[in-house]
């Protein structure tokens, strides 16, 4: 019980340095001379074409009942954590590193199954704000990711893997409130909303969502196309090719709001 208590110190006063050194986190797309030209979404007779990245659907399929820890969780960690100046590799705030399955698991104090265990379920969910991770001005976790997490170490925090293009990637009709969005609040919104609008790019309304995407800078960095930063910022991959497609189906059909 000490032990945990000084864990949970531990990650508190990692929080508070996070307040000094939220500027750390903050980066700028990089443009190059060539930038990728906007998707004409009024053009209805250019379909998209995904043979130059055809859609890996080997594997094993997502199970929409099961937590992945590189799909689901490590993503909200990364958008809202493991940044420079708080929980990435090279500054480690007291020795929390929070940017693989490994790293949570050897300094993060999660216990499998155990909720009431584990440190990192009881600061994403702290009410105190002085106690809270992510820190102020950095908005708190929402319901549904906290719920992610949660359902993740109540299912033993393992390091299950899937392929979200395993048995074909539908491209049709991509919804924005299905496919879209959680992509976008899960990987993106963490570093850039309205209260923290890393690169002075906030994307926490559809209306932000989708002038980013009408510029070409939306597909331009998730993409990892070359003159853009690859986002999402400090992944050591691309999003499943799947995702990347289903964007550009969306932003092709003229990114609507369905």
């Not at 932000?208 to 991959?237: C, D, H, N, R």
């Not at 691309?238 to 964007?247: E, F, K, M, R, S």
Request: proline share 9%; glycine share 6%.
């Amino acid at each position: 019980m000490i032990l945990k208590h000084n864990k949970l110190i531990v990650l508190i006063a990692a929080s508070m340095v996070c307040f000094i050194s939220l500027n750390s986190c903050k980066h700028d797309p990089i443009l190059g001379d060539d930038p990728i030209t906007p998707i004409d979404s009024t053009d209805v007779s250019n379909p998209i074409d995904s043979t130059d990245n055809p859609v890996d659907t080997s594997g094993t399929p997502c199970d929409p009942e099961v937590v992945y820890f590189e799909l689901d969780v490590l993503p909200i960690l990364r958008s809202n954590c493991a940044f420079g100046g708080c929980h990435d590799e090279a500054t480690a705030q007291d020795g929390v590193i929070l940017t693989s399955y490994t790293s949570v698991m050897n300094t993060a104090d999660v216990e499998a199954f155990d909720l009431d265990g584990s440190d990192l379920y009881e600061v994403i969910t702290e009410n105190d704000e002085d106690k809270r991770m992510p820190p102020p001005p950095n908005i708190p976790l929402n319901s549904a990711q906290i719920n992610l997490i949660s359902k993740w170490i109540l299912q033993g925090a393992k390091n299950e893997t899937c392929n979200p293009g395993a048995g074909g990637c539908d491209t049709t009709a991509v919804s924005f409130a299905d496919e879209i969005l959680p992509v976008i609040n899960t990987n993106c919104f963490g570093c850039h909303n309205d209260d923290v609008p890393n690169a002075g790019i906030s994307l926490a309304s559809y209306e932000q969502i989708k002038s980013t995407a009408e510029q070409g800078l939306l597909y331009g960095v998730i993409s990892w196309s070359p003159g853009y930063e690859p986002m999402p910022f400090g992944a050591q991959s691309p999003l499943p090719q799947c995702t990347i497609d289903q964007i550009e189906s969306w932003i092709a059909a003229g990114a609507p709001k369905n």
